[in-house]
């Protein structure tokens, strides 16, 4: 009964007559068909977004293709991408674009059509799907921004995020010299790729992926060559820029669908569950990422928790490294849609590198928390310092690592 009167004594006129406490009942019933309309219209949504990923992905990498059979083509596109023998300039390079588009799916999705259209070497494409690691942290650092005007709360907040990229930085500079000298992550990549091969149907085009998406890529470039009359070289351009726009456009769509269905619903779960020690917190990170397909949706939402001093940096840790293992399923996918094996064993170097991060630095995290919460001090007195630290971290250090290692070509 206290109940009742308290929700009456809310509605609309203040009255707190029975007769309006009966009415109750009926909207919120009215309201729960709604409910799981939108639901399955999310659901649906979700499905054609993926399925339109898919096809993005083929199509990204039959325009190259297509463009590449011209000889004088084919060596052009090897001249743009010879910059990226340098490991350090692939390394710049998937920072920079995964920096500017906001999503390290995109980054190596794209890499793995290269990869599959033969204009990228498996080998330099590694170092930057290194570098859309560090790339994807700067949106939760962007995120701590937020909290800019109250420096306690700044302070929490920014340590939790560059915790990421300092998660990142330290991964790269140990594993990057070992991949490049001894194929440290290459080499199982490559004994992965062979245990779990591919059919050969699938190899040469067949296969599910390619039946459900070869009959919308056929009908496109039919339109581009006997609609448009459009020649060779004009079909493979507008067929991988268009592969390239509905790549990103699949994303972002799978992105705030995925959030919708699924976040709303977990962040009550998070004090109570999802933090009671590092193990759960990793396997969160994945799954919820997995769900969302996008680490830096992942990772941003827990940065207010942090500035609000719900949660701790230590806790936190494992989640962040959590959802870095948990985007590498967006690159597995990407590299069955491709099915070549060079793409295949891209997609699972990026899984073992932050497997691996994360057997070395979970341990360790004393390291990254270290540093970043010293960094946090620093910055939390000088906060125009954070500024500066985007900028530099996530755009002048790599442009500059291109231009520099570009003159020494």
Same mark, same amino acid.
Request: hydrophobic share 55%; proline share 4%; aromatic share 12%.
């Given at each position: ?5 308290? %929700? ?112 990228? %070497? ?46 990142? *930085?330290?991964? @790269? ?6 991949? *490049? ?27 599910? @992926? ?28 507008? #067929? ?20 919708? #269905? ?29 769900? @969302? ?17 719900? #949660? ?6 494992? *989640? ?68 500066? *630290? ?20």
């Amino acid at each position: 009964m206290v109940s009742e009167s308290s %929700d009456a004594a809310t509605l609309p006129g203040g009255t707190s007559e029975t007769g309006t406490a009966q009415v109750c009942p009926t909207p919120v019933l009215a309201h729960q068909p709604s409910g799981w309309m939108t639901t399955c219209i999310r659901f649906a949504g979700a499905m054609f977004f993926l399925y339109l990923f898919l096809v993005s992905i083929k199509a990204m990498g039959g325009g190259l293709k297509t463009y590449a059979q011209d000889p004088a083509n084919d060596a052009s596109i090897h001249k743009l991408f010879a910059a990226a023998n340098n490991p350090f300039v692939s390394l710049a390079v998937g920072i920079l674009i995964t920096s500017i588009v906001q999503s390290s799916s995109f980054t190596t999705s794209f890499i793995i059509a290269l990869v599959a259209a033969g204009t990228l %070497d498996p080998r330099h494409a590694v170092p930057a799907i290194m570098g859309a690691n560090i790339g994807t942290s700067v949106t939760n650092t962007l995120v701590s921004l937020a909290h800019l005007r109250h420096r306690h709360e700044f302070r929490a907040a920014f340590a939790a995020a560059t915790v990421h990229d300092i998660f990142n *930085y330290l991964t @790269v500079i140990l594993l990057l010299p070992l991949e *490049y000298f001894f194929g440290f992550l290459s080499t199982p990549a490559r004994w992965m790729t062979n245990v779990f091969n591919l059919p050969e149907d699938l190899k040469v085009g067949g296969g599910f @992926v390619s039946t459900i998406t070869k009959p919308l890529i056929n009908q496109y470039k039919h339109f581009l060559s006997d609609g448009l009359n459009l020649d060779r070289n004009a079909v493979g351009i507008f #067929l991988a820029l268009t592969g390239a726009f509905f790549l990103f456009v699949a994303l972002i769509m799978l992105v705030r669908i995925l959030k919708g #269905l699924m976040l709303g619903r977990l962040e009550a779960l998070f004090r109570r569950f999802f933090f009671s020690n590092a193990f759960v917190a990793l396997i969160v990170g994945i799954v919820i990422t997995v769900m @969302v397909q996008s680490s830096s949706v992942t990772t941003s939402l827990i940065i207010p928790f942090v500035g609000a001093g719900v #949660l701790t940096l230590r806790q936190v840790f494992p *989640y962040m490294v959590g959802a870095n293992i948990g985007t590498t399923c967006t690159g597995l996918l990407a590299a069955a849609a491709a099915a070549t094996s060079g793409s295949v064993m891209v997609a699972f170097v990026h899984l073992l590198f932050n497997l691996i991060g994360a057997a070395i630095f979970i341990p360790l995290r004393r390291i990254p928390i270290t540093l970043s919460e010293k960094l946090a001090r620093f910055v939390a007195r000088n906060r125009y310092v954070a500024l500066l *630290y985007i900028a530099g971290m996530f755009v002048v250090l790599p442009v500059v690592c291109i231009y520099v290692f570009s003159l020494f070509r």
